[in-house]
């Protein structure tokens, strides 16, 4: 679903700062060669994360969901030195093009992949964790912020992608598959959660942030 005009979409993106020539280059490959591109965060998304990651001045990111790495080349750009960010997917076929494009990026040693269920990672991560990016199976994420909720520092922020899910959350209970259900209490157990202070942001597909107190 386009949720604003595409010309304003247009208007947005030159006026949102130059992405690096590794991002521009990682989109186009993964527009023409990877399965469902349209999960790819893309050029405004991708400047806001790595607004808000510079805003955080993280030590510890963790990434639930790498697909061909583009968010997590944005995160990482606002690590402080010595800083990691720790990416997690256990896609089988996506790992070597991440890999070239985290070396492109000269990021190696700011980065690191892991392919194992996040939820079996997590919990062996160092803590806290500054900034948390859920961006992963929608079935998951309630189970995904449970895990990470306890382990972040007072002022850390969570934020998760596709929580308007193409709008499909306005509708009737009774329509809702197990994804859109799942992002529904997502957002009803975060939104519910005094821990922290939450805000839905519509764009693109919608983030939810979640600033920890």
């Known amino acids: 679903m386009q949720f604003i005009d595409p010309a304003l979409d247009d208007y947005c993106e030159e006026h949102s700062g130059q992405e690096p020539w590794y ?10 060669k990877v399965h469902m591109p349209q999960m790819l965060s893309g ?8 607004l808000l990651s510079h805003l ?14 583009y968010s997590a080349l944005c995160l990482a750009e606002g690590l402080v030195k010595g800083g990691m960010l720790n990416t997690i997917d256990i896609d089988p076929y996506l790992p070597e093009m ?25 919990p062996t991560l160092p803590a ?11 079935q998951n994420y309630p189970n995904y912020y449970d895990a990470v909720i306890g382990r ?6 969570i934020i998760a992608d596709n929580v308007l899910w193409s709008g499909d959350v306005l509708r009737q209970e009774k329509e809702h598959n197990e994804q859109t259900r799942a992002l529904v209490e997502y957002a009803r157990r ?11 942001v519509p764009l693109r597909d919608g983030l939810m942030l979640a600033r920890v107190k």
Do not use: C
């Not at 991002?23 to 023409?32: D, H, P």
């Not at 070239?100 to 892991?114: F, L, N, P, Q, V």
């Not at 972040?152 to 922020?157: A, F, K, N, S, T």
């Open 23 to 32: 991002l521009s280059e990682l989109a186009a490959e993964t527009r023409e």
């Open 43 to 50: 050029h405004l998304q991708g400047r806001f994360l790595s």
């Open 190 to 200: 975060v939104n519910g959660d005094p821990r922290v202070e939450p805000l839905i």
């Open 152 to 157: 972040m520092r007072p002022g850390g922020l």
């Open 128 to 138: 806290p964790f500054d900034l948390v990016f859920i961006d992963a199976d929608k």
């Open 98 to 122: 991440v890999h070239r494009y985290i070396e492109k990026a000269g990021m190696t040693d700011r980065i690191t992949m892991h392919h194992r269920p996040a939820l079996e990672v997590i």
């Open 56 to 69: 955080v001045q993280p030590k510890i990111i963790v990434e639930v969901g790498t697909f061909t790495g």
